[in-house]
């Protein structure tokens, strides 16, 4: 293999499943943490052999599991969905909830910003996605075409000039949504299996999906049509895109796998 990673450190501080990290590239030190003790952990990284990060402080607010937790790209604050039905946004300065949003009728599973920071988009096991401005309020509900079952996972395009919003869930499709009248624009078909992840790729041009039948999926925003299917050999839980170029990285039950997505190349594995 071409490429090697080593541990170079485990996070402990949570006493329950850990359900998603968020990182952002403006502060390369902070990670967050959500899980379902409830809280989200902000960490310091501090490259240190012997304490590679420090939990600076929890943030508490939500009374069941946080499924989900992002960062704003200026780094300001953090967005986390929760099994409590809300959405809570974050002052990372100050560790306090700044705003709850309200609207969901069941676990809200998957929360995104918007590129400017402006928008605020939900996914939920109530079959709908929500679209929010910064202030708590509900400016769109999307429920024409909306999936049969449970949102997944919801994310922007960082595309300005295609402003979309991607989403899956566990009717085992991919959908592209335009942000400027939340109508379905793209259904992409081909999973076998409920889906888990969506995530898009830092110029906006491609968006890759997995979940239950192993299988990465890699979708054309521009042109709406597939490219790639790659083999994750077990459930997915993740796909993240590296920020500064097309390598795919893909968490599994027993290992994470990284692609060069463009051109579909197994880079490594690493078994956890």
């Known amino acids: ?20 990290i ?23 990284l501090t490259r240190d052999e012997t304490n ?13 599991f946080v499924s989900d937790v992002v960062i704003s ?4 604050f953090a967005l986390s969905g929760s099994w409590d039905g809300t959405l809570r946004l974050w002052d990372l300065t ?28 939900s996914g939920s096991r109530d079959k709908t996605i929500k679209l929010w401005n910064t202030l708590g309020v509900c ?16 994310r922007f395009s960082p595309n300005s000039s295609n402003p979309i919003i991607v989403s899956c869930g566990w009717d085992k499709l ?16 081909g999973h076998t299996g409920y889906l888990n992840t969506v995530t898009v790729s830092p110029d906006g041009s491609l968006c890759a999906s ?21 083999d994750g050999g077990d459930i997915i839980n993740a796909l993240c895109f590296s920020p500064n170029r097309y390598w795919l990285c893909a968490a599994t039950g027993p290992s994470i796998k990284i692609w060069i997505s463009n051109i579909g190349a197994l880079l490594g594995q690493w078994l956890h």
Not at 8 to 20: C, D, E, I, Y
Not at 52 to 64: D, E, F, N, T, V
Not at 73 to 76: A, K, M
């Open 1 to 20: 293999m071409t490429e090697q990673m080593t541990l170079r450190g485990t996070l402990k501080g949570h006493n329950g499943w850990v359900t998603q």
């Open 22 to 44: 968020a990182t952002t590239p403006q502060f390369p030190d902070m990670i967050l943490s959500a899980s379902r003790d409830k809280t989200i952990i902000m960490w310091k």
């Open 52 to 64: 590679y990060g420090i939990p600076q402080r929890a943030l508490r607010g939500h009374s069941h």
């Open 73 to 76: 790209s200026d780094g300001q």
């Open 94 to 121: 100050t560790g306090t909830t700044t705003r709850r949003f309200v609207g969901h009728t069941k676990d809200v599973l998957s929360v995104a910003f918007s590129s400017d920071n402006r928008q605020i988009v």
């Open 139 to 154: 400016k769109y509900t999307v429920q024409d075409e909306s999936h049969s079952e449970w949102v997944s996972c919801v």
């Open 174 to 189: 991919v959908k592209v949504w335009n942000l400027a009248n939340c109508k379905l624009k793209t259904n992409h078909i």
């Open 210 to 230: 997995g979940g239950k039948d192993g299988q990465a999926m890699l979708w054309d925003l521009n042109e709406g049509k597939h490219l790639y299917t790659l």
